[in-house]
């Protein structure tokens, strides 16, 4: 069982704030990730880090900016949120070896209106 | 960009009957994970499977990745209204092995 954690778990907010997505897990992993995804639709990738003060853009463009300063730690900010960045926002972390296999978060509902 | 399609994209069933969930693609991946996901929350794995032809059986819940590492079924055997949920396959593939997902199966088991 994976130790991920995010918060808030729900968070409604006005168009033009600055809001920071946290993302903390408990397990040393190197790698971590942050994907966005629409109710019942697939994963979209959009920020992913291999390590303390390593950071990419994924597939998804986004205007979101990631940092990793620790390596449990791997916040996502919105300078400026808008009505279009409302969705789910899914934070895993991924366990060292052949296997691939992602931890997931229990995610973040962000609605801007 | 790897692509991976998900069938049936929603799926409807009385509890007691069988189902299978397919992932396709045409590439080839190293490794696939299956996850289930419930509203609200974050993907949970059920199953990750790494040689070509293997199969994994997790009680009514039964893997199998594709000979050439292509494709992958979810067989479930006398579905229960608890297994109602969104099923996501994934693959990684390329050097630096991220995770594809595919479009997801929304499984809805009537009791």
């Known amino acids: 069982e994976a130790d991920i954690y995010q918060t808030p778990r729900y968070l409604v907010i006005g168009t033009g704030k600055k809001i920071t997505l946290e993302c903390s897990q408990t397990?040393?992993?190197?790698?971590m990730y942050w994907y966005q995804q629409d109710p019942g639709m697939e994963l979209h990738l959009i920020h992913y880090?291999?390590?303390?003060?390593?950071?990419e853009k994924g597939d998804l463009s986004s205007e979101s900016t990631v940092s990793r300063i620790r390596t449990e730690h791997f916040p996502l900010t919105l300078e400026s949120a808008r009505p279009s960045h409302t969705s789910q926002y899914l934070c895993?972390?991924?366990?060292?070896?052949?296997?691939?296999?992602?931890?997931f978060g229990p995610g973040t509902r962000l609605t801007v209106l | 960009t790897q692509l991976l399609e998900q069938s049936p994209q929603f799926l409807s069933i009385q509890e007691g009957e069988n189902l299978t969930v397919y992932c396709n693609s045409s590439s080839v991946f190293s490794s696939l994970q299956w996850y289930r996901q419930e509203p609200g929350e974050g993907p949970v794995l059920l199953v990750t499977?790494?040689?070509?032809?293997e199969v994994k059986k997790l009680k009514r819940l039964t893997f199998q990745f594709g000979d050439a590492r292509k494709d992958s079924s979810l067989h479930i055997t006398a579905a229960q209204p608890g297994d109602t949920g969104l099923y996501l396959c994934?693959?990684?593939?390329?050097?630096?092995?991220?995770?594809?997902f595919g479009s997801g199966t929304q499984l809805t088991v009537l009791p």
């Open positions: 397990m040393g992993h190197d790698k």
């Open positions: 994934a693959g990684a593939a390329g050097s630096a092995r991220q995770l594809t």
């Open positions: 895993a972390s991924s366990e060292p070896g052949p296997r691939d296999t992602q931890y």
């Open positions: 880090s291999y390590g303390v003060n390593s950071t």
């Open positions: 499977v790494v040689t070509g032809g």
